[in-house]
């Protein structure tokens, strides 16, 4: 499975950016595809995640300002992100995962892309 993201930029802050994420390689094993960040300095940490059925989670600190989505049919998942601060100031990073029979949890990571919140 290869992920590909974009969409990252620099944005004031209350401004809004929009990330997607192109997944393309082995995708019927993918179970769930989100993004997470890393801050300089800081842990890589979950943002939102989306599985198949649609079900989605946030990180507590996004709820209500980010929303992820999917397109299945184009093999993508978008992070709508708005009323941004500059907390939200980190590389990005699609994750996806696969639950294989006999290899347990598979992750897939596509390469970062930098968002900027300017305060």
């Known amino acids: 499975v290869q992920l590909q993201a974009s969409g990252g930029g620099l944005v004031q802050a209350g401004g809004s950016l929009r990330l997607s994420c192109a997944a393309s390689?082995?995708?019927?094993?993918?179970?769930?595809m989100g993004w997470y960040r890393q801050a300089p300095g800081k842990e890589r940490e979950s943002v939102a995640f989306?599985?198949?059925?649609?079900?989605?989670n946030y990180r507590d600190s996004v709820k209500g300002r980010f929303t992820i989505s999917r397109n299945n049919a184009k093999n993508m998942v978008y992070l709508q992100m708005n009323n941004m601060g500059p907390d939200d100031t980190a590389v990005y990073y699609c994750?996806?995962?696969?639950?294989?029979?006999?290899?347990?949890?598979?992750?897939?990571w596509g390469r970062g892309t930098q968002v900027t919140v300017s305060s």
């Open positions: 390689g082995s995708i019927e094993r993918i179970n769930a």
């Open positions: 994750h996806a995962f696969a639950l294989v029979i006999g290899l347990g949890k598979i992750d897939y």
């Open positions: 989306i599985t198949n059925g649609g079900n989605t």
